[in-house]
């Protein structure tokens, strides 16, 4: 669309480029669109400091909510066989760096707010850090994940530099090269560009060559006062649109964890890969070109039918990222222009697949038409509260990786580079779902939050995917609600092992003492199983009279009084309702998903003395919260009797 706009005069959206695959079509439109005014954008006054774009404040403050987390590094690394020219690697880098003015920003706060300083080339004089590591012992692998875990280290956005480069000499002809940039500074298609820049120089240096390049037109700093200043982003259209879009209530996407869900945010997580069957995946994009839909469309779709099998909620939103280079001037620059798009679908159990996917079709192509409007301006202008155990809006992405775009491998002349590797430590969102086509065939590599899911969990969804691919390619007219994600092995050990329940209880006693009755006769016994976790009777007893005493002396919970009760599924949703029996209290389970004027409602009906949740929640009512995972290391100082 840049290149249709800045060759033809003509501005013309990815939605009819869409709409109108056929050349002769698109030429159609174009002379029915009528010439637009191109417009460059200028060079901004010198200043002290520039403002921040959108996208750059956003992780600005999430730098300052986690200054040791490194959720927002890029790093990548590979090993080198040949004779690699670390005076030549060090001069690649220093051009880089002059040439491209977001490799040597930072970013301070001043006169009330932040912004970002560039500092000037003369003053630059880059280094790649050699380190011998030729006595290690240690096989390739170990190292490579040694460097990732030491040398992954989190930035000082105020002191800069966002770009470091170590060269690890494991022999004298090989080398381990590995970069850690800011992704405040550089996106992927960033990424993309120094590789491509750096490799050329590199290459000329060791022939003895000099590459003389211009002047970049614009620099990052000039794009942020541009997208500050210019009126683009205030089109009514764009915003209209976004607004009604994300109109009404929105409720987070209660997915099933395998652990309960913190205070505040982390990006701990790690990744699982996984390749769908082939014969699968051809007849998907075979269904999906009859449909008329991309790929992207159709495993957006894919997903949002299983987080809806999962949940049962109908309004699911699931974000995703696009390149925001809308404007001829960006494509080759370097810096954060990354948008973000968040794609919001009404579904149903009685929905088809194929009517599941015309409708994400056709938000997919709205969101592109009003893809202009900046992600972190939306949030702002939506004033929704903030829950800082949650990303705003949504907490699943769902990324099509464009691997012919971003498959291109570095190049050193006389070097053979081996092997590509990056950080798989962290999770930026709960889950992301990274789809990619090679060779015709689908894979799938999903980053999650080792903090919320086990490696089980995810391997398990992962399954799910598969089976649901093929109940969809074979059957895409069938209701969504009726397709049977499970894998035979599963469905056999939920029929038999999990439905083996038949016992003999004897008729009297209450529930609170025949529990007490097992606590005593079997401590040792397995009473939980939960995820990765399991209580015997004796500890989940202690855990119980720990939070009952607790409730007993800080809240003055006792006989009769009702207790509300907003928790994920975990053991600790077990040990709360036992801890107010025990108090000879009533407890009022409450699903997480109501909106909180129904949450305020059951509370004030049930005449609720308080509510325990695992998420940051304020009753309208003024009821007492008790935020457990605050309260939790505490316990230990009352009794466990």
């Given amino acids: 669309a840049n290149r249709i706009q800045e060759e033809f005069s003509v501005a013309i959206g990815l939605k009819e480029i869409f709409l109108y695959p056929v050349l002769q079509d698109q030429s159609d439109v174009l002379a029915a669109l009528g010439e637009s005014v191109y417009e460059s954008i200028p060079v901004a006054d010198v200043q002290d400091g520039y403002p921040l774009s959108y996208a750059q404040r956003r992780l600005w403050f999430l730098d300052q909510l986690n200054e040791s987390s490194t959720a927002y590094n890029v790093t990548f690394g590979h ?8 005076e030549a690697l060090s001069y690649a880098f220093n051009a880089l760096i002059k040439r491209h003015e977001s490799l040597r920003t930072v970013f301070r706060w001043q006169d009330e707010e932040v912004k970002q300083y560039v500092k000037a080339s003369e003053t630059i004089d880059f280094t790649v850090e050699n380190i011998n590591w030729e006595y290690t012992t240690e096989d390739d692998e170990t190292i490579v994940d040694t460097i990732f875990k030491e040398y992954n280290t989190a930035f000082n956005l105020s002191k800069g530099p966002l770009l470091k480069v170590y060269a690890f000499r494991r022999a004298e002809e090989k080398h381990f090269l590995f970069i850690n940039i800011h992704h405040i500074i550089a996106d992927e298609i960033s990424v993309q560009l120094l590789i491509a820049e750096l490799q050329e120089l590199y290459n000329a240096r060791i022939k003895g060559n000099e590459i003389v390049r211009g002047a970049l037109k614009i620099q990052y700093k000039d794009f942020a006062v541009w997208q500050q200043t210019s009126k683009k982003h205030e089109d009514i259209s764009h915003k209209s649109y976004w607004l009604e879009k994300l109109s009404g209530e929105i409720t987070p996407l209660d997915l099933p964890t395998s652990f309960p869900r913190g205070v505040q945010q982390t990006f701990t997580g790690k990744r699982l890969k996984h390749t769908f069957r082939r014969e699968t995946s051809v007849k998907f994009q075979s269904l999906l070109e009859q449909q008329q839909s991309s790929l992207f469309m159709g495993v957006l779709s894919l997903v949002k039918t299983l987080l809806y ?38 579904v149903s159990g009685d929905m088809s697949y ?29 004033d929704a509260a903030r829950d800082l155990s949650r990303s705003p809006l949504f907490d699943v992405m769902v990324v099509l990786e464009d691997m012919e775009r971003y498959d291109k491998k570095l190049s050193f002349s006389g070097i053979t580079i081996e092997g590509e590797y990056t950080d798989e430590k962290t999770s930026k969102f709960d889950i992301t779902f990274y789809f990619s086509k090679r060779n015709d065939n689908l894979h799938l590599t999903i980053e999650y939050n080792t903090s919320l899911f086990s490696v089980s969990r995810i391997a398990r969804m992962a399954s799910h995917l598969e089976e649901l691919l093929t109940l969809v390619v074979a059957a895409p007219q069938t209701s969504i609600g009726k397709y049977n994600y499970l894998s035979d092995a599963e469905s056999a050990n939920i029929l038999t092992n999990f439905n083996a329940t038949a016992k003999d209880y004897p008729l ?7 529990y007490e009755q097992n606590v005593s006769k079997t401590p040792q016994a397995i009473a939980v199983y939960y995820a990765d976790r399991k209580l015997n009777y004796g500890a989940l007893d202690a855990a119980v009279n720990q939070l009952s005493n607790y409730l007993k002396n800080n809240y003055n919970i006792q006989q009769g009084d009702c207790v509300g009760l907003l928790l994920d599924r975990s053991e600790w949703m077990l040990i709360s309702m036992l801890s107010i029996l025990k108090l ?6 409450i699903d997480k998903s109501y909106p909180t004027s129904r949450i305020s409602y059951i509370l004030e009906d049930g005449r609720a003395a308080l509510l325990i949740s695992d998420t940051t929640y304020t009753d309208e009512s003024g009821i007492n919260v008790m935020i457990l995972p605050e309260h939790i290391e505490k316990l230990s100082d009352y009794s466990s009797e």
């Fill in 79 to 86: 090993w080198l066989q040949g004779a690699l020219e670390t």
């Fill in 309 to 346: 099998r999962y949940t049962g909620t109908q309004d699911i939103i699931i974000g995703t990222p696009i390149s925001g280079r809308l404007h001829p001037d960006l494509e080759n620059q370097v810096g954060f222009y990354l948008n973000t798009l968040a794609l919001r679908d009404e």
């Fill in 354 to 382: 194929e009517a599941l996917l015309a409708q994400v079709k056709e938000t997919c192509l709205n969101a592109y038409e009003h893809q202009s409007y900046p992600f972190d301006l939306l949030v702002e202008e939506l």
């Fill in 508 to 514: 009297s006693g209450s529930f609170l003492t025949r």
């Fill in 584 to 589: 000879g209290g009533i407890y009022l389970p």
